[in-house]
T-cell receptor, first 113, second 115 residues
């Protein structure tokens, strides 16, 4: 069945450093890949997304890259700040119908001052 | 504007009790999803509604789980004879239709604890 693998499960960086989270997916027909940030006890919030007709998208300190051939996409956060500390989830939209999202297991990012 | 809301935010049930979880999607959103999020895991799809029609219930773990959206707006997820393995956060999400409507907006979730 459809599956999304996410690495690493935890990531610890110093303030100002960059952070990279990587995901692979199994459904080759997936065409939408969102990233969600979830703070403790809060709802997941969309931070950036990419569709399969583009290879890269950037929004200020956040960028996402997509390699459809390898079925791989990544989140890049530059100049990290303590408020970036949270759990980040990648997801792929299942192509089999109805737009359900298949989520990775999450990456807990800690940014130390 | 108002986002997706869910109630109750927390629910404690004794094993064997029935529970009902409510979701109020963003007004006008056609699509509504329910996800289950176990501790330390990503959300897992349960079921999907387009307006009042339940088009996909492939993620419901057993016949103890039932969802409805009778008027195409508010949705209720019901769990009968709750078991300890049902303990999780239940998230509701809604989205508009159309090519730019892929974004799913999540509610705050209901944390269910079954004792």
């Amino acid at each position: 069945g459809e599956n999304v693998e996410q690495h690493p499960s935890t990531l610890s960086v110093q303030e100002g450093d960059s952070a990279v989270i990587k995901c692979t997916y199994s459904d080759s027909a997936s065409n939408y890949f969102p990233w969600y940030k979830q703070e403790l006890g809060k709802r997941p919030q969309l931070i950036i997304d990419i569709r399969s007709n583009v290879g890269e998208k950037k929004d200020q300190r956040i960028a996402v890259t997509l390699n459809k051939t390898a079925k791989h996409f990544s989140l890049h956060i530059t100049e990290t700040q303590p408020e970036d500390s949270a759990v980040y989830f990648c997801a792929a939209m299942y192509s089999g119908g109805y737009n359900k999202l298949i989520f990775g297991a999450g990456t807990r990012l800690a940014v130390h001052p | 504007g108002a986002g997706v809301s869910q109630s109750p935010r927390y629910k404690v049930a004794k094993r064997g009790q029935d529970v009902a979880l409510r979701c109020d999607p963003i007004s006008g959103h056609v699509s509504l999803f329910w996800y289950q999020q176990a501790l330390g895991q990503g959300p897992e799809f349960l079921t999907y509604f387009q307006n009042e029609a339940q088009l996909d219930k492939s993620g419901l773990p057993s016949d103890r789980f039932f969802a409805e959206r009778p008027e195409g707006s508010v949705s209720t997820l019901k769990i009968q004879r709750t078991q300890q393995e049902d303990s999780a956060v239940y998230l509701c999400a809604s989205s508009a239709q159309g090519a730019v409507g892929n974004e799913q907006f999540f509610g705050p979730g209901t944390r269910l604890t079954v004792l």
